[in-house]
Nanobody
């Protein structure tokens, strides 16, 4: 079964930086894209950043210029470099992938989430 394991969350002061990592493992044939979502208390889950197999990226307006998504294809890993963090960035961050598993039934997979708290 495909599994996503996230790491890198924690507590950081406003203006600081964090780097999130997410490694995919299990019966994967192809990864088409990977993404980061986040969900703050009382709010809907929102797309933060997305990267395709062609290395095309897109970002939420609120993080443009501050966050960078990247991918290591050899390790099936996606990263989110977060700079100049703001209290409004506080949320649980979730890794997501659009992948083709051993069954050939393409679907999305989710990580367990990692807490990011930006506070002084």
């Amino acid at each position: 079964q495909v599994q996503l394991v996230e790491s890198g969350g924690g507590l950081v002061q406003p203006g600081g930086s964090l780097r999130l990592s997410c490694a995919a493992s299990g019966g994967i044939r192809t990864i088409y894209s990977m993404a980061w979502y986040r969900q703050a208390p009382g709010k809907q889950r929102e797309l933060v950043a997305h990267i395709t197999s062609e290395d095309n990226t897109n970002y939420a307006d609120s993080v443009k210029g501050r966050f960078t998504i990247s991918r290591d294809n050899a390790k099936n890993t996606v990263f989110l470099q977060m700079n100049r963090l703001k209290p409004e960035d506080t949320a649980v961050y979730y890794c997501n992938t659009d992948a083709l598993p051993l069954s050939y039934r393409r679907r999305a997979y989710w990580g367990q989430g990692t807490q990011v708290t930006v506070s002084s």
